[in-house]
Every structure is written in C-alpha cells, then in structure tokens.
C-alpha cells in the first residue's frame, strides 16, 4: 500500500532534549517536506526537499534540521526542543513538488 | 506577499444541504490549485487539484472552480453527508528556486450536522 509512514506518532520530551521525527514513504518520490500545523495559524512549511541531498528552508525553519540522505526517508531533528514547537508535525511527499502531495498521519508532539 | 485566503473560518450546515467554500489568492507565478480535506487529527487528502487552464473539476459530490483571473477559487460540495465534517484547506503552489512552493490557506471548518 502506498503511504507516508511517520515516527513516533505521540511524544511528549522535556526542553532541551534532542529528538527525532522519521518519516519514510514507498512510493519512490522526490518531493518531500516537513509541516507543522498550530490551531488558527494553518500548516505552515518547515522544510522541503527536492532529491537526494537536496534540502531547503521553508517558511519556519528555525529549531527545526532535516536530512535526506536516501530518498524514502526525510527524518525531522529537533537538537534543542522548547515548548514552542509543541505542535503537530505532517511529513508528505510528491513526484515533485507541483502535484499533488500525500501526507502522513502526524506527529504530536508536547515540549514540557 | 503571497497570500491565501479562505472563507468562511467555519461553516454549520444540515445534512443534505449544499455548501460552497471560497478561496482567494495573490499568489504570483500561478503553478496550480488544490483543495484538500482534512479530517480532525489527520493528515490532509486530496480532493482536487487545478492548473492555470482548469476552471472546473469535479470529485463525487465536490466539485472545485477556478477563475484565474480574479484569482478566486470554490469548493462546492453538494448533498453534504457526516462525513464530510472537517478542515477544508485551500493550497497555491507558485514556481519558487527551480520547484514549487505551496502557499496554505488557514481552512474552513465545516461541521455538518444530523
């Protein structure tokens, strides 16, 4: 079945603590980009990624690094997390990125 | 700027009924159009998507509008069901560093009740 898969899907960690969201997906795409999504602020565009070892800024980086170092896999690290970016987390993925883009589950993450 | 704009913020109709959600942007280069639905605490599916010559693109009971030239775009759903209770987002893409970039509209909420 074609899908983005995302991990954890809960977490709850303490300021300061460094973590990892993975995201892989099967269907051999391109495109893929990081989201998080506040109530009344919409998903706003963390980070993206054309290809492999291709990866660029969206609109809220900060805090936030990415890596794409094979293509099915987009993890998400937050070195130092604080309790602004309590939030939820979409991981999607295109062909390229003026299609359509399917999404991840999300991720809900709590930074005490 | 570009900007996506959606309205209403949030919608109650009775099943059965017909609504049409609006979607307004000044995104610029124009690259394509979509809507998505997303349900609570999920993530986002596709309902339809637009290039610059669409103006009309139908999915079961949804059935989405473009008019490139007001910049303006609805989302019409039509015999609404429970299940079609969600966030209803609007998304721009403009041609941005040799891709695309999305442009988010905030969402209509839609709740559509028994």
């Known amino acids: 079945e074609a899908q983005v898969t995302q991990n954890p899907r809960y977490l709850i960690t303490v300021t300061g603590k460094k973590l990892t969201v993975t995201c892989s997906q099967n269907m051999n795409h391109e495109y893929m980009s990081w989201y998080r999504q506040d109530p009344g602020l919409g998903l706003r565009q963390i980070y993206y990624?054309?290809?492999?070892?291709?990866?660029d800024k969206g609109d809220v980086p900060e805090g936030y690094k990415v890596s794409r170092k094979e293509k099915r896999n987009f993890p998400l690290i937050l070195e130092s997390p604080s309790p602004n970016q309590t939030s939820l987390y979409f991981c999607a993925s295109s062909s390229n990125s003026r299609i359509e883009q399917f999404f991840g589950p999300g991720t809900r993450l709590t930074v005490l | 700027k570009n900007q996506v704009e959606q309205s209403p913020q949030s919608l109650i109709i009775l099943e059965g009924k017909n609504c049409t959600l609006q979607?307004?942007?000044?995104?610029?280069?124009?690259?394509?159009l979509r809507w998505y639905k997303q349900d609570t605490g999920r993530g986002p599916v596709s309902l339809t998507i637009m290039t610059f010559s669409e103006n009309t693109k139908s999915n079961g009971r949804y059935t989405a509008t473009l008019d490139a030239d007001t910049k303006q775009s609805s989302l019409h759903i039509t015999a609404s069901q429970l299940s079609d209770s969600a966030s209803y987002i609007c998304v721009v893409s403009t041609i941005y560093n040799q891709g695309g970039k999305l442009i988010f509209g905030q969402g209509t909420e839609l709740s559509v009740k028994p």
């Open positions: 990624s054309m290809n492999v070892e291709v990866t």
């Open positions: 979607c307004n942007y000044t995104v610029s280069p124009f690259s394509n």
